[in-house]
């Protein structure tokens, strides 16, 4: 038998026979890397650990550690799952099953009169419980489109006729667990046995793919760990995280409304959000005027032509609205506030002295989400982007990349996000039909990208494939309080756009050349952004970006002039304030701004009026002691200034 090279992600090579395994490479390094090992990489292609590696390749194994090893655990458990809904309720039809950031879900349609409620939980996870018991194996099975369809046909599983549909001319794969067999392409890990701690989060309605016309099928959400302590440690979690939903404190808090009067995704400020959301763009922009940017305003929609000059149409167009027209001409509601930045770049002859040009805008822009996609803040229809297009030489490029990625830190870190990971995203060199431009810009780009990051001295992922079709991107992935992890700030090389809008600049040997582009946006959008600080902060927001910052409250009705003379004073400072001397009680008045998460409250009483003194409450702290009046405006004021 022939031996095969096996190269290692340190770049040890070794020599296996053709035909080895994942799990048999696993076992040569140590019996304990067997026994936690859920999947390989081969070419940076996922396999299974029983499948037979016959050429030379680079392999990484994969563990639960890793966000590759956590999507194999979770798809294997979707799929466990699916095998216990069968199992109770014969006949159910499935659709797909992924994992998801945080588990997975799974999408079936159920026998006729069967309908799942929350107490029927219970019996599906005794039942995966049992199932994994027996300690069978994910089998992988090749089959003939013919053969697949033929199966399926005989169940009467519409669901996954028509996903065959679309694999026309792919390789098809079923995997089969015990009694249990679905269409999937994989991976999985390599048995039941190792999905012994399973929770059944949800039931929910879902169109299939989407499709508000399509049938609703029930979706169970679920997830899985290697260990109790971990599955004990995520429901706590998520117990605190239900807590600080910002859906909820929202309302409670008065931050902002969404109502169907006025659209399902359209997010209204109310007076206390706005002040977040003013405070967090007065931050930034201070920041950006420093670092040289030019303001700009651009408006809500723009001729069709724009967007296909950028490509946005027909690049978006299933997530963009429809095409309004008037007077013969077609206009859409702003998906992208680049196309209008680089329209405001060629509007006069530009020389390499003025570069780089870097302009700025609070820009509002609008996607088509179905409705069933819409979750509070988090996902919408009309967001507003801190966004930024900087235009440079290339031999500029290497600065002002650096310069973004400070930016996008100091940000991330001013807002209580010290913990965060840096994604590179790339474009898929497989299937180029999905981005602009040639190979040589995007070599270019993404060489762009990874020598700032190296020399910023990140430490860095790639993904492939999740680059915009314009450019490669560094992708922060911040984690908040509950060690969730969420995507937001983005950097963008773009040699794209430049070709498509003609956009040039007069060297210094008086040729024309074309501009680079970055794109930037360390919140990446207001509403998914602030939607996170809510509950990172569980509406505790730090002084200096909470609606009121201050509550002066009187204890009787005699130290009422006094308690004006301090809110007034704190008014002049340009501090919230607010003065509460309604006829409640101060107990029943302080529970009031407690509820309403204010950080600070001044109380004063007779003795406080006397001494000119007041006595100091932080929020969820109590009471702190008495201090000056002076001692009380000094830290108010400091601890409400904008940071630089």
């Known amino acids: 038998m022939n031996n095969i090279k096996i190269t290692f992600p340190d770049g040890v090579v070794k020599e296996f026979p053709s035909g080895t395994t994942g799990m048999q490479i696993a076992e040569s390094i140590s019996p304990r890397l067997a026994a936690v090992s859920l999947g390989i990489f081969v070419n940076e292609k996922p396999y299974d650990l ?55 879900y799974y999408d079936m ?20 419980a049992q199932l994994a018991e027996r300690d069978v194996p994910y089998n992988r099975i090749a089959k003939e489109y013919d053969e697949a369809v033929a199966y399926f046909k005989a169940k009467g599983d519409w669901l996954k006729l028509e996903l065959l549909e679309g ?14 067999t679905d269409l999937c392409r994989g991976t999985h890990v390599p048995s039941t046995g190792k999905i012994k701690f399973a929770k059944l989060l949800s039931i929910a309605g879902a169109y299939w793919r989407g499709d508000e016309k399509r049938p609703m099928l029930t979706r169970l959400y679920g997830i899985s760990f290697p260990t109790k302590k971990e599955l004990d440690e995520y429901l706590k979690n998520r117990e605190e995280a239900e807590k600080r939903d910002h859906r909820k404190l929202g309302k409670e808090l008065e931050l ?40 700009v305003v651009t408006p809500h929609i723009g001729n069709l032509e724009l967007y296909k000059t950028s490509g946005h149409y027909p690049y978006y167009k299933d997530s963009q609205f429809t095409p309004i027209t008037v007077d013969d ?52 229809r009309s967001f507003t982007q801190d966004d930024a297009h900087i235009y440079m030489m290339p031999e500029q490029l290497l600065e002002e990349l650096k310069s973004v990625i400070g930016l996008t830190q100091h940000v991330s870190k001013t807002l209580g996000f010290s913990d965060f990971k840096i994604r590179l995203s790339f474009r898929d060199p497989k299937n180029k039909d999905k981005y602009g431009g040639n190979d040589e810009q995007w070599i270019q780009a993404e060489k762009d990208i990874k020598d700032a990051a190296d020399a910023m001295g990140l430490e860095y992922t790639i993904a492939i494939g999740e680059a915009a079709f314009y450019g490669p991107k560094i992708d922060f992935m911040l984690r908040d309080a509950l060690g969730r992890s969420w995507q937001l700030g983005t950097v963008q090389v773009d040699y794209v756009m430049p070709e498509r809008f003609n956009l040039e600049y007069i060297g210094a040997d008086g040729a024309k050349h074309r501009p680079v582009i970055i794109h930037r946006a360390p919140f990446g959008s207001f509403e998914r952004f602030i ?48 003065l509460d001397a309604s006829n409640e009680k101060v107990n029943a008045r302080i529970r009031d701004q407690e509820m309403m998460k204010v950080p600070v409250m001044l109380i004063v009483g007779a003795k406080e009026q006397e001494a000119r003194t007041v006595s100091l409450r932080r929020h969820g702290k109590g009471n702190i002691g008495t201090i000056t009046l002076e001692e009380a405006f000094s830290t108010v004021q400091a601890e409400s200034a904008i940071p630089a």
């Open 167 to 180: 694999l026309r001319g792919q390789p098809i794969t079923f995997y089969e667990q015990g009694d249990f």
């Open 256 to 295: 902002f409304m969404i109502t169907p009067k006025v659209g399902g995704g359209l997010p209204i400020w109310l007076p206390n959000g706005a002040v977040v959301r003013n405070q967090l763009e007065t931050f930034l922009r201070r920041a950006q005027q420093k670092m040289g940017y030019f303001q």
């Open 109 to 128: 349609e159920l026998p006729e009169g069967v309908k799942l409620v929350p107490d029927d939980l219970a019996a599906i996870e005794a039942k995966m």
């Open 50 to 104: 029983a499948t037979p590696i016959t050429e030379d390749a680079v392999v990484r194994i994969v563990k639960w550690e890793s966000d590759e090893g956590r999507s194999i655990f979770w798809h294997s458990s979707a799929h466990l799952m699916a095998e216990a809904v069968e199992s109770i309720y014969p006949g159910t039809r499935f659709g797909i099953g992924p994992p998801i950031e945080n588990g997975w």
């Open 329 to 380: 001409e077609q206009y859409l509601l702003k998906p992208m506030n680049c196309p209008h930045h680089h329209m405001i770049y060629a509007s006069k002859p530009r020389s390499y002295r003025d570069l780089p040009v870097r302009l700025a805008e609070f820009g509002t822009v609008y996607r088509y989400e179905q409705s069933g996609e819409l979750n509070g803040l988090s996902r919408v």
């Open 531 to 578: 939607s996170l600080l809510i509950e990172h902060y569980a509406g505790n927001f730090p002084t200096w970006l909470a609606p009121t910052q201050v509550a002066v409250l009187p204890i009787t009705d005699a130290q009422a002039d006094y308690a004006k003379e301090i809110s007034d004073k704190l008014n002049e400072f340009g501090i919230r304030v607010i």
